[in-house]
């Protein structure tokens, strides 16, 4: 079993500036701070800021990092700022500029600025996971479905119910399989698996599981309220606004 290396880690933060939903998502104020500072404050108790790289296309978000100590090298290109670009390709350039101006690196941690519930043992969970593991390419966060998906329904062209799989009908549900999904916080891959272009659906993937209570995907302002409540009560008082990374 090999030993994790966390100094050759590139931490990557993707934090586009455009959000159609919430309006400058990535730096909305949530339960007294920035939205993207909840995730570094976290990250800062395992990583130098030298191996934390922000790809951002903003220069609003660039100021509200470099307020922090984090340098921003490089504004992300405008071909990989659109609403189609997937996290990967985004991920894949800024290990490319790093390893061309910085150095080499043996890890890639992808966290996401919306990650305000992340938590620092969670990832050090995902680092054995993956030095444990000579054939994983990378550890996703995940967390179980609250209900079996096999009795998943939808509306029909008709509006009536109609379930995905009728075969799971009257299955117990201690018989179906328990399903899981991207919490939508943190992948941590080998930087070799990032270059070739691994993805969940041509890689070996394991999961770090996370409680439910700590997972909200922030889209909607309903799910930005979810979250602040749940920041209400992981963090007992607002951290000292003038924290540097």
């Known amino acids: 079993m090999s030993k994790f290396n966390i100094d050759s880690t590139l931490v990557v933060i993707p934090a586009r500036g ?11 104020e949530i339960f007294g701070q920035p939205m993207l500072y ?66 080499k690196v ?49 509306e029909n062209d008709y509006g009536y119910a109609e379930m995905f799989e009728p075969s799971n009908y009257s299955t117990r549900s201690q018989d179906l399989i328990e399903a899981k999904h991207d919490a939508g916080q943190f992948y941590l891959s080998r930087s070799k698996s990032v270059r070739k272009g691994a993805l969940l659906t041509n890689s070996n993937v394991k999961l770090q599981l996370l409680h439910r209570n700590n997972v909200v995907d922030i889209d909607t302002i309903e799910d930005f309220e979810i979250a602040e409540q749940r920041l209400r ?12 990374f």
């Open 18 to 28: 455009g959000s159609k939903r919430i309006p400058s998502k990535n730096i909305k």
């Open 38 to 103: 909840w995730p570094l404050m976290e990250l800062r108790n395992i990583f130098r800021k030298d191996n934390v790289l922000i790809s951002t296309d903003s220069e609003m978000i660039k100021y509200y990092v470099e307020r922090k100590g984090i340098n921003v090298p490089f504004m992300r290109p405008e071909n990989l700022s659109d609403d189609f670009t997937g996290t990967a390709e985004v991920v894949e350039h800024a290990l490319k500029w790093y390893e061309a101006n910085v150095k």
């Open 106 to 154: 043996d890890y890639v941690l992808t966290v996401y600025p919306t990650a305000v519930l992340l938590r620092e043992e969670d990832i050090r969970t995902a680092m054995v996971l993956l030095s444990e593991d000579e054939a994983c390419d990378l550890v996703m966060s995940a967390t179980n479905f609250p209900f079996p998906i096999q009795r998943a329904v939808f």
């Open 233 to 244: 009560i992981h963090k007992k008082e607002h951290f000292d606004i003038y924290w540097q």
